[in-house]
């Protein structure tokens, strides 16, 4: 339970140096509820593997109280001016960044990513969206949209009609919504969807996972000393299949935002497509990378090394396929494999010159180990890529039968190596199936020699877009007007051209195209 001070504020809880149990409570209403022990789970930190959190184990029942709580505040929050909305989200905003650093600990703890990632991405990130939602509700939520028309269909008698009017356009917020947030970097995710939400004045119940509960727990105490009046912003925590029965039906929910991979989410979405509640879904995506002849090969190569296997893989807009042209592919992948075993690092997270760390679920080991039993009865070629330096003095050992590396130091930990794949169909389910790991396809397309003529294209855009979930893409090529005209071509969201996590956060994540 979050300690109080005399006047009953709640007080940021300090970094425990002996990493004792951290009891995590629901907040409804603007009060943390107490749980009996024996409906508490206990985590294990994927880091030090002994238990770090107890989170309630939730049902439908508290997730009701909560919708309740936020239906309730709806009416005064929604009626507030847009600028006092924003001063808030700027107060919550300054808080996080005078606790960044706390926020970056626990996150390192509570899911095995970097120090160095959650400080500066994740709980930077946060921070930055925070101040653009703020700055544009200021600027765009306070005014309508309108424009002058004159068009007649020929509907109206002449007597009657008007020759001229102003159409305008409010945006006005929904209600209650829901948040769901996933494992990974689940402080930025939920600030992404939670700080919109707000600014547009909606209310709102986030369900942060089970396995990435510390942050949120952190930020609710956060939002109590921000001020935001009580019931604008509520959590509730434990399994998805617990506290999510009938959520898809419930009358008092106005949209939904499911984000990762949880059981529910199809079930929801059926309940929530009858009742005519809006749902956002957001999932990883199945990303490539396009290497044409005429790229800057060496920092392509170093760029794919972010975009594989930072933080563990477990990014949406990770790199999950590369497409390189026959002409370039043997230089690409000498440079590629070069990179990749001398610059990954594996181990403590804490640690400055570890690039990636542990993972938070064993179900992952399984996952990949599936992976490279198929790829080999296909007759492709799994490559392990483990830091040649800290393989030589024995700190880490692989298991070629399913990427798993045991880490000195680290022996209660669950690693996975950097996994490179090639010699497949484009087809292939190890390459076209979608999971969260460092673990990337590689592919050649064209000729030797340097023509690309729009057979070629219309060959590798087919590959490149057959299959689902794409959300970004990078092409990397010279040719600023081949790139604008494969990309306009290619099922993403967001292309990037020579380059990779170029993010404009006023951006609708739809589309987005830049150099």
Known sequence: MPATNGNGHCAIPPLPNTREIIDI???????????????????????????ICRLPRSTAAELSAAID?????????????????????????QLIAQHRQLLADFETLD???????????????????????????????????????????????????????????YRKPLGVVVIYTPVTIPLYHLIWKLGAALAAGNTCVCKPHPMASISPMLLSILIKHAGIPDGVVNFVYGTDEEVSDGLGCNPDVNAISLMGSTSTSPQIIVDAA????????????????????????????????????????????????????????????AEFRSAVESRIRIGDPFN???????????????????????????????????????????????????????????????????????????????????????????????????????????????????VRRVICAAVWTKDFERFKRVANKLSAGYVWNNGWYLRDLSMHPGGQATR
């Open 25 to 51: 409570q629901n907040f409804i209403g603007g009060h943390w509820q107490l749980t009996d022990e024996a409906a508490m789970l206990t985590r294990k930190s994927p880091v030090t593997n002994k238990p």
């Open 352 to 466: 400055p010159d570890t690039f990636y760390g542990p993972f938070a679920y064993p179900t992952i080991v399984d996952i990949v180990a599936d992976k490279i039993r198929l790829a080999r009865k296909e007759g492709a070629t799994v490559e392990f890529w483990p830091h040649h330096q800290q393989v030589e003095e024995g700190k880490v050992v692989v298991d070629e039968s399913t990427a798993r590396a045991t880490v000195r130091g680290c022996e209660d930990s669950l690693f996975l190596v950097p996994t490179i794949i090639t010699g497949l169909k484009p087809s292939s389910a190890v390459a076209t199936d979608l999971y969260f790991a460092p673990v990337v396809s590689i592919f050649a397309f064209g000729s030797e020699d340097d023509k690309i003529d729009e057979k070629t294209e219309v060959r590798l855009i087919g590959m490149v877009n057959s």
């Open 111 to 169: 899911t095995g990513t970097v120090y160095r990632f959650n400080y500066d991405e994740n709980v930077g990130m946060s921070i930055e969206c925070l101040r653009v939602f703020a700055r544009f509700a200021k600027d765009q939520l306070d005014r309508p949209t309108g424009r002058v028309v004159s068009t007649d269909f020929g509907l109206v008698p002449d007597q009657y009609k008007v020759r001229e009017s102003i159409n305008l356009t």
């Open 69 to 93: 709580a936020a239906k309730h505040a709806f009416p005064a929050w929604s009626s507030k001016f847009i600028s006092h909305r924003a001063e808030y989200l700027n107060r919550l905003c």
């Open 274 to 333: 009858r009742t005519f509640r809006r749902v956002e879904v957001d999932f990883a995506g199945n990303n490539p990378v396009i290497v044409f002849p005429d790229a800057d090969i060496s920092a392509c190569a170093q760029s794919c090394v972010h975009s594989c296997f930072t933080n563990k893989g477990e990014i949406c807009t990770c790199t999950r396929r590369i497409f390189v042209h026959r002409r370039v592919y043997s230089e690409f992948m």
